[in-house]
């Protein structure tokens, strides 16, 4: 089992940057496929960005070019840059970590980009 806690959310003006970090505890982090996710007021929950366990990444069309994901094995932490911030981009972002049939959540930052 692993645990997974974020850190690095707030109050952003559009335009402005922010990272995130999940730091992940309990298991063999290296082995875990990791993905931030984003859930707005009233809409689901959407992938942002996903990382395999071997470095391969993905990224949701809206956030192409302006989000990086990255992990530190070393230091069981998986980040997400998230430049060019915009007022769409505002939710609830929540780190998620995969192994097989097994899935595991953080409890979220809240992200705000707003003037």
């Known amino acids: 089992q692993v645990q997974l806690v974020e850190s690095g959310g707030g109050l952003v003006q559009p335009g402005g940057s922010l990272r995130l970090s999940c730091a992940a505890s309990?298991?063999?982090?290296?082995?875990?496929?990791m993905g931030w996710y984003r859930q707005a007021p009233g809409k689901e929950r959407e992938l942002v960005a996903s990382?395999?366990?071997?470095?391969?990444?993905n990224y949701a069309d809206a956030v192409k070019g302006r989000f990086a994901i990255s992990r530190d094995n070393a230091k069981n932490t998986v980040y997400l840059q998230m430049n060019s911030l915009k007022p769409e981009d505002t939710a609830v972002y929540y780190c998620r970590g995969d192994y097989g049939i097994s899935h595991y959540w953080g409890q979220g930052t809240q992200v705000t980009v707003s003037s």
């Open positions: 990382i395999t366990n071997l470095g391969s990444t």
């Open positions: 309990g298991s063999i982090f290296r082995v875990y496929n």
